[in-house]
């Protein structure tokens, strides 16, 4: 078990595009665990691999107000969506204190390994639909703030900048 420590945008790390997963195995089934508890250490509701270096396609969530009901989904690909969107306001581990509005579809249908190794698919809405489409988007390199104008990902940028500085 390990806390991993968490890579900060502007990083030219965090747009690294992340390789499937081949075999669940145990090395696999670590890399989850640590991943698990640096999402809880760090009060997420969920992580990508990509955030803590490793660049393979692996995501843990956990949308439970008790904080005990954490899941696991590698190589997760989301194979339906609704036509509706949604507008949610959107944080992340890798952009401190940062806020903002992101609209994504309301609803997503998402296919995935569980740790066994074994298909599954699963219907989302609410914060777990935002969340994986979230982290999906960590594992093919996008930040939430990309989703935001121009000028609003400048005006991050600076404000992390200050942030490093204080
Ligand atoms: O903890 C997190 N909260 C959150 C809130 C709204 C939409 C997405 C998220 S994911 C984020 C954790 C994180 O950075 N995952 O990549
Ligand atoms: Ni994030």
Known sequence: MAILSIIKFPDARLHTIAKAVKVVDERVRTIAQDMIETMYEANGVGLAATQVDIHERIVVVDVSDERNAAQ???????????????????????????????????????????????????????????????????????????????????????????????
Do not use: M
């Not at 952009?95 to 599954?120: K, S």
């Open 72 to 166: 696991v989904f590698i190589n997760p690909e989301i194979i339906g969506q609704s036509i509706e969107k949604k507008e949610w306001e959107e944080g992340c581990l890798s952009v401190p204190e940062v806020y903002d509005i992101v609209t994504r579809p309301d609803r997503v249908r998402v296919r995935a390994l569980n740790l066994d190794g074994e298909v599954f698919e699963i219907d989302c809405d609410e914060l777990l639909a935002v969340c994986l489409q979230h982290e999906i988007d960590h594992l093919n390199g996008k930040v939430f703030v990309q989703h935001l104008s121009r000028l609003k990902q400048t005006r991050i940028k600076s404000k992390i900048k200050k942030q490093a500085q204080a």
